[in-house]
Nanobody, 114 residues
């Protein structure tokens, strides 16, 4: 069992930045594949960015060059740095860990609006 707790969401103007954090209840961030997903109203949950235990990253085309996924092993924390935010980035963002099954956090709302 593992618990994931996200934070860092909020309201930001277009072009602004936010950093999301996901704290895991035990040391997994450098062992298992983890990622950030988002779900906008009326849409399916979709991968935003992922990182393997070995450190390989991947990004959705829509966020390449703007978002960066990273981790701090000592803090058991996964991050998502989001720059140059756009209104279409508005969604609930979820942290995910793949440990045989999928574990999810409770989600954090990101709203990009002027």
């Amino acid at each position: 069992q593992v618990q994931l707790v996200e934070s860092g969401g909020g309201l930001v103007q277009p072009g602004g930045s936010l950093r999301l954090s996901c704290v895991a209840s035990r040391g997994i961030v450098n062992i298992y594949t983890m990622g950030w997903y988002r779900q906008a109203p009326g849409k399916q949950r979709a991968l935003v960015a992922g990182i393997t235990g070995g450190g390989t990253t991947n990004y959705a085309d829509s966020v390449k060059g703007r978002f960066t996924i990273s981790r701090d092993n000592a803090k058991n924390t996964l991050y998502l740095q989001m720059n140059n935010l756009k209104p279409e980035d508005t969604a609930i963002y979820y942290c995910n860990a793949k440990i045989g099954i999928n574990y999810w956090g409770q989600g954090t709302q990101v709203t990009v609006s002027s």
